[in-house]
């Protein structure tokens, strides 16, 4: 099992000049660290206009100052908005292959369509065809990256023959994930070949039946791409202090203040009905995770909050379901000191990182 | 923490509805039709929502048209505005202004509810490309909207957000939480378009309409609930929520 980082880069009102300066070094710092303690990846949203939630519309770019400052950790999209009013397919090949190059093949490439009225109302953009459009996105990527030539002519875009430059450092290219919040995404995933980066938590149970779905399927698909990328990460949050009650009551501040601000977004099943969005996504199921019933005595089913333990107990039991990568939300809204943050990730990968792989991760 | 509301709760004091009692007795409302249409608005409506509550991002109103044609005051329309906010992690309508087309319905709905109910008429009709509602007080209209070439979709496509009513309750300002079921039978979507506005007659006077979101029809039976929540308009409501049942 592989761990990452995960970042939305929240932003606590009032904001002043220096507000979001101070989230985007402490999360470089973090980063920093993680590398240096053996963490696999660190990812990044894309998502625009999500006051307080998320300040991260660029994400190529804070990665890039990641891939400056670390040496192996893998650097992640979570995810590219594959909607042409978001991000014109060719400058998606390009920005990804840049970093490629200079993060020495480190990059990966998650893929999505968005899910909140905010952002999409935002660029003009019809709910209705973000999933058509995010199909026909995926399928060109990998031959954008890869062929000396391309040309394209679809629905949502087209493109004379050109050579698209620079290509990836990787060969044959970066693994491609899509981002699985309404239940069925991850069959999407597992036809094209792609990695299920799941960004709810949802229950054991529940989970396990997706991911052993997504397996069976994943063996049939006809990959996007030049090789099949059937790796299942999900999301959690993560504090870990020696004190289960210290690390339960923090970590729970920090999973209800994401929650909080979650909740304040404005979904697009909210007021826009469309079958392109079957269910309530991201935000309702982490409000049930944190606040729902079973969150109020002890952390939610599987939230890696606690003491190391307790952090390794929920970790083998998503082991188990399939889960090949978890990547953690370590703050929000910077509602923990960042000295803490970075002391729960140091305790985190000294007592619970060598339980798994053999310690390397 | 998100922004809150800023309304001035003694602007309004004198004008708020009072509920008798919050022991209300459940209203079965079944065949219901229900027109809604929701609009993004300009900022700058702060002042009309109560402290305790968020406004949504973007900002944005709901505009709810619903013929009941049976209920314990016989058949009655009801039009409501609704400014669209957050109470703690959850949506909500605060309900700006409501018109009622029976003497009977207006009554109950401000004692009971505590909905801010005044006499009106109310035609809603479809026709073949377009479900339409006008609301009209003292001969004039102030409201007209459609639902533009309807297409049906599912009912679990639609989602109606539960209301909010502001009224006094025991001599005190108090939130209602008014959260009906829906069974829905039939559920269409389509074009928003409001031609007609009167923002002042809804108690809305600042809501400047901007963007059209979307619009949805249905057929459902649905119900006016037994309260079970009511809060503190002054108290954010992680702090402020009390459990009637």
Known sequence: ?361 | MPIFGELALETIAGALPVVKDLDTEAWELPKAEILQVAYEIADGTRALLPRALHPAIPEYVTFVVTRYPESPVGPFNLAQVRLMARAGVHPRGYVLGTVASSAAAVAALRERWGYPAVAGEIALRRYHDRVRAVVRREDRAILELALVDPEIVSGSDLQYIHSVTLARVDGAAQLIQVDPHYTLHQASRGRAEVTSFDAAAWSAALVELTTPISASTSVCDTDLPRIRFVMDPETPVIRGTRKVR
């Open chain 1, 1 to 361: 099992m592989k761990f990452g980082l995960f970042y939305e880069l929240s932003v606590p009102r009032p904001w002043t000049r220096e507000s979001e300066r101070t989230v985007y070094n402490n999360a470089l710092e973090q980063v920093k660290l993680a590398d240096e303690l053996g963490f696999d990846q660190v990812w990044a949203v894309e998502h625009h206009f999500l006051e307080e939630y998320s300040h991260c519309p660029a994400p190529e770019l804070f990665l890039t100052a990641c891939a400056m400052t670390t040496k192996r950790i893998r650097v992640g999209f979570g995810i590219v908005v594959c909607v042409p009013e978001f991000n014109h397919p060719i400058k998606i090949a390009e920005r990804t292959a840049v970093l490629d190059i200079l993060s020495g093949g480190r990059v990966e490439v998650g893929t999505g369509r968005s899910a909140t009225w905010t952002e999409l109302a935002g660029f003009n953009a019809s709910p209705d065809v973000t999933k058509k459009s995010w199909d026909e996105f995926v399928r060109c990527l990998p031959r954008m990256w890869t062929s000396e030539k391309f040309e394209f002519e679809g629905e949502f875009w087209s493109m004379p023959r050109r050579t698209i430059l620079p290509k990836v450092y990787q060969r044959p290219h970066p693994p491609m994930w899509v981002a699985v919040t309404s239940p069925g995404t991850e069959l999407d995933a597992a036809d094209r070949g792609l990695g299920s980066l799941g960004l709810t938590f949802g229950q054991f149970a529940e989970q396990e039946k997706r991911i052993a779905e997504y397996r069976r399927r994943v063996q049939l698909c006809e990959p996007v791409g030049e090789f099949v990328n059937d790796q299942v990460s999900t999301v959690n949050f993560l504090y870990c202090h020696e004190d289960d009650a210290i690390a339960l009551k923090t970590g729970r501040q920090m999973a209800n203040h994401f929650n909080y601000l979650a909740a304040q977004l404005m979904s697009v099943r909210e007021t826009y009905p469309s079958k392109s969005y079957p269910s309530l996504g991201l935000l309702p199921q982490l409000r049930r995770q944190a606040t729902g019933p079973d969150a109020s005595e002890q952390a939610g089913e599987g939230l890696c909050l606690g003491g190391p333990e307790r952090i390794t107990r929920a970790l083998k039991r998503w082991e188990a379901c399939g889960v090949d990568r978890v990547n953690f939300l370590i703050n929000t809204a910077e509602s923990i000191p960042q000295a803490e943050v970075l002391s729960s990730l140091r305790l985190f990968a000294k007592e619970v990182m060598p339980t798994f792989n053999g310690g390397k991760c």
